[in-house]
T-cell receptor, first 112, second 114 residues
Framework: AQSVTQPDIHITVSEGASLELRCNYS??????LFWYVQSPGQGLQLLLK??????LVQGIKGFEAEFKRSQSSFNLRKPSVHWSDAAEYFC??????????FGKGTMLLVSP | DVKVTQSSRYLVKRTGEKVFLECVQD?????MFWYRQDPGLGLRLIYF???????EKGDIPEGYSVSREKKERFSLILESASTNQTSMYLC?????????????FGPGTRLLVL
């Protein structure tokens, strides 16, 4: 069965510092990969997605993610974190023949 | 912009009650989904629908049913609510029938079953 792993439950980053959130998936087929963000009390908003082509994907709010097939990873990055980025982040995966499988989420805390 | 609305943001019900959670989308999407979200467990798929009157079980359908009489509306039904169904419920929709399509989420309904 396909699965998505987000190894970090919580991450604390200082405002202005760089950020990397990890995501690994387990399935052999060509993946469709997504990052969503959930602000407190809100639904999920799509940050970016990867289907094919360039393995470095740009998203909204200054986020980017890099697909690395050899490592089965799709890590999310941002060069300089803002206090408004504090939220929960979800990585999700689809094989294209099934619905989305979500990771358990990473809570990002931003310290002043 | 795609808009997915859910009938209630907060709901308090008693054990044994029948509970209806309503979801409406305004973008003519074929696919609609119901998830529950619990701390440390992420999002888990309860049911989904890829067309009117069609439904498919997700990963955790037990204790739930759904109804899709119109394309824009997808209802989640708890036939007899139990305390272990206290959770955040999220509805989503996506266009066409390709599972790689982006899902658009509603704001969620936080349900407390006493």
């Amino acid at each position: 069965a396909q699965s998505v792993t987000q190894p970090d439950i919580h991450i604390t980053v200082s405002e202005g510092a760089s950020l990397e959130l990890r995501c690994n998936y387990s399935y052999g087929a060509t993946p469709y990969l997504f990052w969503y963000v959930q602000s407190p009390g809100q639904g999920l908003q799509l940050l970016l997605k990867y289907f094919s082509g360039d393995t470095l994907v740009q998203g909204i709010k200054g986020f980017e993610a890099e697909f690395k097939r050899s490592q089965s990873s799709f890590n999310l990055r941002k060069p300089s974190v803002h206090w408004s980025d504090a939220a929960e982040y979800f990585c999700a995966y689809s094989s294209g023949y099934s619905t989305l499988t979500f990771g358990k989420g990473t809570m990002l805390l931003v310290s002043p | 912009d795609v808009k997915v609305t859910q009938s209630s943001r907060y709901l308090v019900k008693r054990t044994g009650e029948k509970v209806f959670l309503e979801c409406v989308q305004d973008m003519d999407h074929e696919n609609m989904f119901w998830y529950r979200q619990d701390p440390g467990l992420g999002l888990r798929l309860i049911y989904f629908s890829y067309d009117v009157k069609m439904k498919e079980k997700g990963d955790i359908p037990e204790g739930y049913s759904v109804s899709r009489e119109k394309k824009e509306r997808f209802s989640l039904i708890l036939e007899s609510a139990s305390t272990n169904q206290t959770s955040m419920y999220l509805c989503a929709s996506s266009p066409r029938q390709e599972w790689e399509e982006t899902q658009y989420f509603g704001p969620g309904t936080r349900l407390l079953v006493l």
